[in-house]
């Protein structure tokens, strides 16, 4: 009978264990669920050539590749202009179509917040109008259109408050280098749902 008992005992401490490895696995397959994010946002951007500023809209998807390493690809389209109030005309019009792969490095992670800083490298395509006043030693103003692409590099720092397990909004500031044309400069908010 005693030996009885001791089986049950057994059994019984079995079937904890085992209960608790289905929650541990549960638990495990659940977070490597959310290993994906698509976020959308729209922000302010500064053109440092010519000293334009406009609106900057940006669509990203990033994948978590470890517990704190992060590999993004994202597109963003900036459209600005500059008016002359003195002329009451558009002295430039600028518009970007910009991607972009970065990798970037979770500095904080907390179950309500994170801060992440990256960099990668971005390609672009600018289309610019600009007016160019006095051409040829005349005073005819002149617009000249230009298309050209770009490459060079992004750097981040992106912030990110979560509202539950898939929804998160937060913000960035970001900044962009090309080796021709203009540097740019962007502040924007975001809104993101995990999967």
């Not at 005693?2 to 079995?14: E, P």
């Not at 289309?127 to 981040?156: A, C, M, P, Q, W």
């Not at 021709?180 to 749902?193: D, E, R, T």
């Amino acid at each position: 009978m005693k030996h009885f008992i001791n089986c049950g005992s057994f059994l019984m401490k079995t079937f904890f264990v085992a209960f608790f490895c289905l929650l541990a696995s549960q638990t495990v397959s659940a977070q490597a669920l959310y290993k994906n994010n698509f976020r959308t946002g729209v922000g302010f951007a500064y053109i440092v050539e010519g000293d334009n500023s406009g609106a900057i809209f940006s669509q990203q998807y990033t994948r978590e590749l470890s517990d704190r390493l992060n590999l993004s690809v994202s597109g963003e389209y900036l459209s600005s202009s500059r008016y002359d109030q003195g002329q009451k005309i558009f002295t430039s019009r600028k518009a970007f179509v910009m991607f972009d792969a970065a990798v970037s490095w979770d500095l904080t992670e907390h179950p309500t917040y994170g801060v992440k800083i990256g960099v990668g490298p971005a390609v672009r395509r600018r289309s610019e109008v600009d007016l160019k006043t006095g051409l040829s030693g005349n005073d005819v103003n002149n617009y000249i259109h230009s298309r050209e692409r770009d490459f060079g590099g992004k750097v981040f720092l992106e912030n990110d408050f979560y509202s539950d397990n898939r929804l998160f909004f937060g913000g960035r500031a970001a900044g962009y280098f090309y080796n021709k044309g203009s540097n740019i400069f962007a502040i924007s908010v975001n809104m993101g749902y995990a999967f």
